[in-house]
Every structure is written in structure tokens, then in C-alpha cells.
């Protein structure tokens, strides 16, 4: 059937939840009572929650009224017929009047109200073409928000406002968009580039996003003056961050060395709701129990410290006030943090950190690189993962959780709460450190948790040492013992690697210093395990030829039967020396990336 019968199916998938509207019967123009086969349906249908229902005393209400209990089926067919040739524009106005005036007894429509999720469906099939179906468009975003929507007279700009902003979308009489400009308290209208991109794109859900990070703005409590204290709050620390990236940046400098090296990281300005952002993090503000004093100007001169950091303002009255609030470094999704750097952040800003929970460190990396949700029973999760790389057999890593004596313990992160811009340098330096950790032991993770093909296999076991070291032990290459890497993350610049092993078995030709170059560059725990064993193999073929010399100097004759098998073996040693040589190009390559 046609673009009616889809909207008529969403509306009985819902069931009686938009069924038992009575402002539908009546758009309807009929008074839909049941019939003896529908009576008999009406005990079915009472389990089924009611809007506006209020316990049994509304239950008893609804029962009452038999207007309300009608079959899902004969609604439907009700709709059918009577609007199988109608258009959607109709299909929308019908929508929309159930939705702007709802039924009897119902409580207020919220943002996920079932009637908001139908017309959601209709507007993203019309595709906002023509100038009505963008202003509806509009319309139902700023509903869907919580915020308020009003038409110029001569319907070509829309505005979506709220109490402390409003966003202004100026539009042409086919739709499309010309401009978009956005005020806040005290401000003149400033046009957003990138609000305008997004529309004409009609990226209608990255542009709702952007509404809801106005709208957390201020979620701030107290009144309209408090709340632009709080934002005028906040745009003195982004100008001192953005001050702060500008202090030591040259010309030539790219964006590779400012994420490494920069006080405050890759610093982007915000665009709307979208907070001041670095690579990991989002720096805004929010709410708070207590009340901190935050800088209401920005505070960051021109003139460094002795220390090498920027130099501050003090925070006087004058350029301070007392708010509730707190301003925040937000992540994408939770973050591992380990216990000890949760301390140091909360030492150097003296603000605490809420809602944390302790587990093993590396089973939240484990969950982080995975991209699960946090599970309260960690320890039911697979530990045990397949990584399968070129020229080398399969790698399996066995991730050892530790325990709580060596203080492997961390949390996961949202956010972490700050009152001063002089604390984001040292904040983003602690969890630089804390992603050059994680990232060493997530490279061990992978999805494949079997060996499907049956094929050869390296065992590794990856275990946590004391602060921010940690092990890789596995079997000997040449022999039968256990060797062990222990690798030490000084910082997120610097690691620094040692092999262990036996010393009755034959010596690797590895030095510490290979291992250190190899992981540092690689940032991979797999690749740096394929460098140990590909140099393992090339010594053991060295070793086989130089046996193989000194026999031909004893005994000549034996030198002529095996010409063939010392041609074979020194084609598989140039193969060899190709694929090593292969793996430290391959690793300059991930360096540069």
C-alpha cells in the first residue's frame, strides 16, 4: 500500500499506547466502538499501561470508558481506509495535531513521546526539501530539545530559542539555507559556518547535537544572571587555552608535534554547543554541590614563568566569582585511568573526582579497546586474544588483571572537574602518559578470542608490574626456559625496555636498546615481539651456516652433495633478512603515521 500504510504500521506497532488516543478517534470523524468480538478483547487490553495512567484508581477510569478499548486491527483498518490516498503532508498534519493537542488525561508530551518518534519517521522520509518540510523540520528538533520555535511573517527564518539563547536559521522560499547565527546572553548574533554546513548537508542529527550542547551550557542552577555568569565563565578559559596553544607554537609547527608537545595539546575552538576540544577531551562546565570561585576574565599574560609554564593573573574579586559550578575536561566515552594518576589529578586540582569505581586497570583497558560497556563482573570476560600479523605465526596474548597489592587498580573517567586553566597542562600531561600505557596494552587486544585455523601459535602472557611497568614473558625462541620483557613507560615520550632470560640458554641478539627503539616507534606490543623472534630465527640460520662452513673445511668431499642445501638455506637467510628489514621500514611508516 501506499506512504499511508507506513505510518499506519508504526501506529500499531505502538499498540494501544497510540490506539487508545481519543484525539485520534475524533481526527478519525468517526466514534470507533467495539464489537462483540472486541468486548471479548478488552481483558487482553488492560494490562497494556495507559497515558496518563496513575495507578488503579486511573486504571479504573480507562475501564470505564469503552471508547478506549478498541482492537489494534480494526484501528488500523479504520486508518486505512480512510487514508490510503491521502498525502503525507496530510499524514503529517494529522500527526502533529494529535501530538499539539493531546488527549484527555494524558500527561504532557515528552521528547521521546511515541507520537514525536512517528512524525521523526515522516519528516526523515520527506528529506526536508521544500521550504515547509525544513521549517518542520526545524520545528520538531526544537520540540524534540526542549526548546521553543517561532516563524517570521513572511516564513523564511526560523529561530529556536530558550532562555538564555537562540539560534536564528535564515532561509530562501525553496529551502535552502542561507544563514545561521547564534546569540548568547549580552552577545550580538554571530554566524556559525558550521551550523550552516550542517543544514545544507541536512545533517539534521549532528546539528540537534550542537542544540543539545547549548542547552548544557546552562544546566547551571540559579537564575538567568547566574547562568551567564557561568558561560561568561567559561569563554574567559577557552581564550586562556587558546592563548596558551598560541605561547609556544611557531610557523612550522604541525599538528602531530602541537598533540605531543603542546601545553594544552591541539586546541579547536568551539562551534556552538560543541565544547573547546583536544584530541581525547572536551573542556566545558557544569553544575556542582559546592561552590568554587572561577575566573570571569581571562587570566594568562604574555610573559612565561621561571618554570618555563605561562604565567597567570591572580585570581582576584574582580576577576573571580563564586559560582556552582565547576568547569570539566569530558571524555568521548568512560576513560581507564589508573588509581595513582586519579590521585595526582585530584592533588593538583583539589577537586575530587565522583563516581568512581575501582577494578583491575587492565581489564577496563581491555573493555575500552573493545568499545564495551562497563560490566560490574569483570572477571567473567575473555582475557585471552589472537593477534595475527604478516611474515610471523599467529600471536596470542594472555592479559594477566594483577592484583590489588601492586596497585594495578583504575577506574573509568567521564570527566574530570578543575576550577583553573593553569590546571590543564598538567592534567593533559598525566593522561598523555596514561594513553601511551593503554595503548601498549591494548595492542594486544583483538576480537578474535579463538584460533579458528588451527594455526601455529606464539604464546604471550602481558602482566602488570608496579606503577606504570609491566611484562611480556614467553618461551624462549632457542630453547626451553621462559624470557621476559619488562617494558617501563616513563612518560608519554620516553619508554625504556629490558630482556630477561635464562642465562643457561643462548643468548638473543637483542639489546635493549633495539627493543626500546622498536616500541617506541611502534607504539605495538605484537610488533615489537615479531622483531625478537624474526632476529631469533636470523641467528639460528647464521648458526646453521657457519656449522655448515666448518665441516666443509674438515671433510671437503661432503661439500659437493650439500651445495644444494647450502643454496636453499641462504636464499631462505636473504628471504629472511628482506622481511626484517621490511619490519623496520613497516615501523618507520607507523611512526610517521
Given at each position: ?6 505510518c ?47 495507578g ?5 477510569q ?16 479504520k ?10 503532508i ?20 515528552t ?15 520527506l ?64 554566524v ?6 550542517l ?16 542547552l ?15 558561560y561568561?565563565?567559561l ?6 587555552l587558546?592563548?596558551?596553544s ?8 604541525n ?56 604565567a ?7 576577576l ?20 595513582s ?14 563516581g ?5 586497570l ?6 575500552f579497546?573493545?568499545?564495551?560497556e ?46 583553573h ?26 576480537e ?14 602481558v ?11 614467553f ?22 625496555c ?5 642465562p ?8 635493549n ?14 610488533l ?5 623472534f ?8 647464521d648458526?646453521?651456516?657457519?656449522n ?10 661432503v ?35
Amino acid at each position: 500500500m501506499g506512504h499511508s500504510c507506513c505510518c499506519c504500521k508504526y501506529l500499531g506497532e505502538r499498540g494501544p499506547r497510540l490506539a487508545n488516543s481519543l484525539e485520534m478517534q475524533r481526527a478519525l470523524g468517526t466514534q470507533l466502538l467495539p464489537s462483540p468480538q472486541e468486548r471479548r478483547e478488552r481483558e487482553s487490553l488492560r494490562s497494556w499501561p495507559q497515558p496518563g495512567s496513575r495507578g488503579s484508581e486511573a486504571g479504573a477510569q480507562d475501564a470505564a470508558d469503552p471508547v478506549k478499548f478498541i482492537s489494534t486491527n480494526a484501528l488500523m483498518d479504520k486508518l486505512h481506509l480512510k487514508y490510503a490516498q491521502k498525502t503525507w503532508i496530510e499524514t503529517l498534519k494529522l500527526v502533529r495535531l494529535c501530538m499539539d493537542k493531546p488527549p484527555r488525561g494524558s500527561i504532557r508530551i515528552t521528547p521521546h513521546h511515541p507520537l514525536l518518534s512517528c512524525l521523526e519517521k515522516i519528516q526523515r522520509t520527506l528529506n526536508a526539501k521544500s521550504l515547509s518540510t525544513v521549517m518542520s523540520r526545524l520545528e520538531f528538533l526544537s520540540k524534540q530539545r526542549g526548546l521553543k520555535s517561532h516563524i517570521s511573517l513572511n516564513g523564511t527564518v526560523c529561530y529556536l530559542t530558550s532562555d538564555m539563547f537562540y539560534v536564528e536559521v535564515q532561509l530562501e522560499k525553496d529551502g535552502k539555507v542561507i544563514d545561521v547565527k547564534l546569540a548568547h546572553p549580552g552577545e550580538a548574533p554571530v554566524v556559525c559556518d558550521d551550523l550552516v554546513q550542517l543544514l545544507r548537508m541536512k545533517n539534521y542529527d549532528a546539528f540537534g547535537k550542537i542544540l543539545e550542547g547549548l542547552l548544557n551550557l546552562y544546566q547551571i542552577p540559579g537564575n538567568s544572571d547566574m547562568k551567564a555568569k557561568v558561560y561568561l565563565a567559561l569563554q574567559s578559559l577557552e581564550k586562556d587555552l587558546y592563548s596558551m596553544s598560541l605561547l609556544y607554537r611557531t610557523q612550522d609547527v604541525n599538528r602531530v608535534t602541537e598533540v605531543l608537545h603542546g601545553k594544552a595539546g591541539h586546541v579547536v575552538p568551539r562551534t556552538g554547543g560543541s565544547q573547546v576540544c583536544g584530541i581525547k577531551v572536551f573542556v566545558t562546565v557544569g553544575s556542582s554541590n559546592t561552590t568554587h570561585k572561577l575566573p570571569i576574565s581571562p587570566l594568562i599574560v604574555d610573559s612565561q614563568a621561571g618554570d618555563g609554564n605561562p604565567a597567570f593573573l591572580p585570581l582576584t574579586d574582580e576577576l573571580s566569582m563564586d559560582l556552582s559550578a565547576c568547569f570539566f575536561l569530558m571524555f568521548h566515552q568512560p576513560f581507564p585511568v589508573s588509581s595513582s594518576n586519579i590521585q595526582e589529578i585530584q592533588k593538583f586540582t583539589g577537586v575530587l573526582i565522583d563516581g568512581l569505581k575501582l577494578a583491575s586497570l587492565h581489564a577496563l583497558i581491555v573493555q575500552f579497546t573493545l568499545n564495551d560497556e562497563y560490566k560490574e563482573d569483570l572477571s567473567m570476560n575473555n582475557s585471552c586474544f589472537f593477534v595475527s600479523l604478516p611474515d610471523c605465526p599467529k600471536h596470542s596474548y594472555f592479559i594477566n588483571k594483577g592484583t590489588e597489592k601492586l596497585g594495578t587498580t583504575g577506574a573509568l573517567v567521564s570527566k574530570i572537574p578543575f576550577t583553573h586553566p593553569k590546571c590543564v597542562p598538567a592534567i593533559i600531561e598525566i593522561l598523555r602518559h596514561q594513553v601511551t600505557y593503554n595503548t601498549l596494552i591494548g595492542s594486544c587486544v583483538s576480537e578474535n578470542t579463538t584460533n579458528k585455523d588451527c594455526s601455529e601459535v606464539l604464546y604471550f602472557e602481558v602482566s602488570p608490574q608496579k606503577g606504570t611497568s609491566f611484562s611480556i614473558s614467553f618461551q624462549h625462541p632457542m630453547g626451553d626456559s621462559l624470557a621476559c620483557v619488562v617494558a617501563d613507560v616513563l612518560s608519554s615520550r620516553q619508554i625504556r625496555c629490558s630482556l630477561h632470560t635464562n642465562p643457561q640458554d643462548v643468548t638473543l641478539n637483542c639489546c635493549n636498546d633495539f627493543i626500546t627503539r622498536v616500541m617506541e616507534r611502534c607504539m605495538s606490543v605484537p610488533l615489537v615481539m615479531r622483531a625478537i623472534f624474526k632476529n631469533a630465527v636470523t641467528m639460528k640460520i647464521d648458526g646453521e651456516i657457519q656449522n655448515m662452513e666448518a665441516i666443509s673445511e674438515q671433510n671437503p668431499e661432503v661439500t659437493c652433495k650439500q651445495t644444494a642445501s647450502s643454496n636453499s638455506t641462504g636464499a631462505n637467510l636473504s628471504g629472511t633478512s628482506m622481511q626484517n628489514s621490511g619490519m623496520e621500514a613497516s615501523s618507520s611508516r607507523v611512526c610517521d603515521l
